[in-house]
């Protein structure tokens, strides 16, 4: 199927992490022009030039940004903006989540470096570029929240809040983009473990950890998501296909969040 994307630029944060390159990497095989834009100037260079060397179609570039500096991110949309004339499809891919621990011993340094990265930031790039997508009339905005942003996580304040405010951030753009064509989905990702996603409960416990068996064991189809598989929505929700779905939060479970027993 054809997704519409050639002639496209798409930004995508992040885009030299695990789920940000898969993004990078669909997005680009399907004709767009990517921004592979990044804080990890040497790891968004790897993506670009791996995306380069093996896409059909579309030119990657590699985008050193620090998303929380407002100035920084201006400069960098001008520089995409010069190289490619604007941006039409955003991913709003780049968060920090590495802290567990319950409210009461919270470290407020955490606290604050993740809602800076994992909202303003997103919140200072879609500043950026989604009114220009409403001026041209036609845009993409996809936010990555989480299942901790839509359920909560047990040790995960700072990354369930900021992931849950992805949400009402991804819907509003939604209302204001809407008579503009311009649509914005949020999507709510079960966690994702690549080639481990091959293996059962009982093969997570034995070879890599509890915590991963445990979540397998707790979704019904009984593994876990690859990278792949929220590119694979990522990049629908990009397409020309996609023009009438707007404001939703779209879950690529597995089925982890039914009820089931």
């Given amino acids: 199927m054809d997704f519409g ?36 100037a040497d790891g968004a260079s790897e993506v670009a030039a791996e995306i380069d060397e093996t896409a059909d179609a579309g030119e990657a570039m590699a985008l050193e940004c620090d998303l929380t500096d407002a100035d920084d991110v201006q400069d960098s949309m001008a520089g995409v903006r010069n190289e490619f004339g604007g941006v039409d499809i955003l991913v709003n891919n780049a968060a920090m989540v590495d802290a567990r621990s319950r409210v009461g011993d919270y470290d407020d340094d955490v606290w604050n470096r993740d809602v800076e990265i994992n909202l303003t930031g997103t919140y200072n790039i879609s500043k950026e ?25 047990f040790g995960q304040l700072s990354y369930s809040a900021t992931k849950a405010a992805m949400i009402g951030l991804g819907r509003t753009m939604a209302l204001e983009g809407a008579q503009s064509d311009v649509t914005s989905n949020v999507i709510a990702p079960n966690i994702v473990v690549g080639a481990w996603a091959e293996m059962d409960p009982d093969e997570l416990r034995e070879n890599v950890d509890e915590y991963y068996a445990r979540i397998a064991e707790a979704t019904p189809m009984r593994h876990l998501g690859t990278e792949e598989d929220v590119a694979n929505m990522v990049t629908y929700l990009c397409s020309e296909q996609a023009s009438y779905v707007t404001g939703q939060v779209v879950g690529v479970t597995g089925g982890v969040d039914l009820f089931s027993f």
């Fill in 129 to 153: 570029v989604f009114p220009e997508m409403c001026e041209r009339g036609w845009g993409r905005v996809v936010n990555m929240s989480s299942m901790a942003g839509w359920y909560g996580g």
């Fill in 5 to 40: 994307l050639q002639d496209r630029t798409a930004v995508v944060t992040g885009g030299a992490g695990r789920i940000g390159s898969a993004d990078c990497r669909l997005l680009a095989n399907e004709g767009a022009d990517v921004v592979v834009l990044d804080v990890d």
